[in-house]
């Protein structure tokens, strides 16, 4: 079974710096991998997703995040921190369920803070 | 608009009396879930469905039942509700092939005393 892990459950950055949010999975077989945004009393919204087209993938909001085989990583990042920017912030990695059907197997999340 | 919708958003209840949270969907998605999410734990998938029907445990499914008679709904059933489901629970669904991403209602904060 796929599991998720999320490296550090609160990252603080300033307006305008590197956001960096740590995802690696653990299947060594490239799965579908996903990042999702939760803001503060909504759902989750996908910001970005990894298909095997590309191994650079731009999603939403300006966030971007890379895939590395080698490394079982898929973190996110964004070059500049943006107030709105602060939520929670999951990796998720499909894999198979009983029955055979898949499902998301998410990490324990990230909450971003970004100061002024 | 293509959306996932949940009913009640807040509910406040007691131990024991039965509930049902509702789930519906207009993007005539196959597949449907339900997540509870904690503080620390992320999201875990209680139960979910491929079609009309047809219904699977997930990680956590105890003290839940769910229900697919029609393909746009999924309720959330629970019989008894005991204070450890107090929760945050989510309702998703995805169309069966393509990349499996999922599309989340905006959820449903519960509380059992």
């Known amino acids: 079974a796929q599991s998720v892990t999320q490296l550090g459950s609160h990252v603080s950055v300033s307006e305008g710096a590197l956001v960096l949010l740590r995802c690696n999975y653990s299947?060594?077989?490239?799965?579908?991998l996903f990042w999702y945004v939760q803001y503060p009393n909504q759902g989750l919204q996908l910001l970005l997703k990894?298909?095997?087209?590309?191994?650079l993938v731009k999603g939403i909001n300006g966030f971007e995040a890379e895939f590395k085989k080698s490394e079982t990583s898929f973190h996110l990042t964004k070059p500049s921190a943006h107030m709105s920017d602060a939520a929670e912030y999951f990796c998720?990695?499909?894999?198979?369920?009983?029955?055979?059907?898949?499902?998301?197997?998410f990490g324990k999340g990230t909450k971003l803070t970004v100061n002024p | 608009e293509a959306q996932v919708t949940q009913n009640p958003r807040y509910l406040i209840t007691v131990t024991g009396k039965k509930l049902t949270v509702t789930c519906s969907q207009n993007?005539?998605?196959?597949?449907m879930s339900w997540y509870r999410q904690d503080p620390g734990l992320g999201l875990r998938q209680i139960y979910y469905?491929?079609?009309?029907?047809?219904?699977d445990k997930g990680d956590v499914p105890e003290g839940y039942k769910v229900s697919r008679k029609e393909k746009r709904n999924f309720p959330l059933i629970l019989e008894s509700p005991s204070p450890n489901q107090t929760s945050l629970y989510f309702c998703?669904?995805?169309?069966?092939?393509?990349?499996?991403?999922?599309?989340f209602g905006p959820g449903t904060r519960l509380t059992v005393t």
């Open positions: 998703a669904s995805r169309p069966v092939a393509g990349a499996k991403e999922q599309y």
């Open positions: 299947s060594s077989v490239p799965p579908y």
């Open positions: 990894y298909t095997s087209a590309a191994t």
């Open positions: 998720a990695v499909s894999d198979l369920a009983q029955g055979g059907s898949e499902k998301l197997v």
């Open positions: 993007m005539n998605h196959e597949y």
């Open positions: 469905s491929m079609n009309v029907e047809v219904t």
